[in-house]
């Protein structure tokens, strides 16, 4: 049991496909994030949300849209998807959304955009 | 902006041996928090172990501990008596009051039996 649950693990998509990523943390966190993992290159910040609030926006492209209806849930949407796209993208949550409070990951989807 | 630098993007070691990963972080703030994570082929990132800047003792977990050189900026895990369930991707990670948390590139950590 890892406490945070991702699915679905693997998604194949076309670039005019539309499909969402889900992320449940029984933690009793306050903070999710979204990251994307892509190979030889460090773990990008996509979203934050705190308190259910989104505190960060990393300049991340529109196509790719974060819900977080409430703070155990976290959704991230996809649209118009480019083959680039295409990487392991990690939910996280942590107690706080700053300082010492370690991140605890789940086992991420690995999406492929054809 | 704080950056995060593993300079091995590969290591290898023995079973039973000690190897040591390197880390570098840039930033001007005072007070941080450094952590080590492992992501083993299930993708899981696990954290391995965490330090707090305002602390001088360097922290250790078990077979693991850190070799935190503050002025210098850098944050090295060693790990003693390596296992073959120790063989993963090693990230090295940075957070402060003000940032959130920003990540190396990885070292891929091989152990031979």
């Known amino acids: 049991e890892t406490g945070v649950t991702q699915t679905p693990r693997h998604l194949v998509m076309g670039m005019t496909n539309k499909k969402s990523l889900k992320c449940e943390q029984h933690l009793g966190h306050n903070a999710m994030y979204w990251y994307k993992q892509s190979a030889k290159k460090p773990l990008e910040l996509m979203f934050v949300?705190?308190?259910?609030?989104?505190?960060e926006n990393n300049s991340v492209p529109s196509r790719f849209s974060p819900e977080c209806p409430n703070s155990s849930h976290l959704f991230l949407h996809l649209h118009t998807l480019q083959p680039e796209d295409s990487a392991l993208y990690l939910c996280a949550s942590s107690l706080l959304a700053q300082g010492t409070s370690p991140l605890h990951f789940g086992n991420g989807t690995r999406l492929t955009v054809t | 902006a704080q950056t995060v630098t593993q300079s091995q993007p590969e290591m290898s070691v023995q079973e039973a041996e000690t190897v040591t990963l390197s880390c570098t972080y840039d930033t001007s703030e005072s007070d941080y928090y450094l952590f080590w994570y492992k992501q083993p082929p299930s993708r899981q990132m696990i954290l391995v172990i965490r330090?707090?800047?305002?602390?001088?003792q360097n922290a250790t977990e078990n077979r693991f501990s850190v070799n935190f050189q503050k002025a210098a900026k850098s944050f090295s895990l060693k790990i003693s008596d390596s296992q073959l369930g120790d063989a993963a991707m090693y990230f090295c990670a940075y957070r402060s009051d003000n940032n959130d948390m920003r990540f190396g590139a990885g070292t891929r950590l091989t152990v031979k039996p």
């Open positions: 330090q707090e800047a305002y602390k001088q």
């Open positions: 949300y705190n308190f259910k609030e989104q505190t």
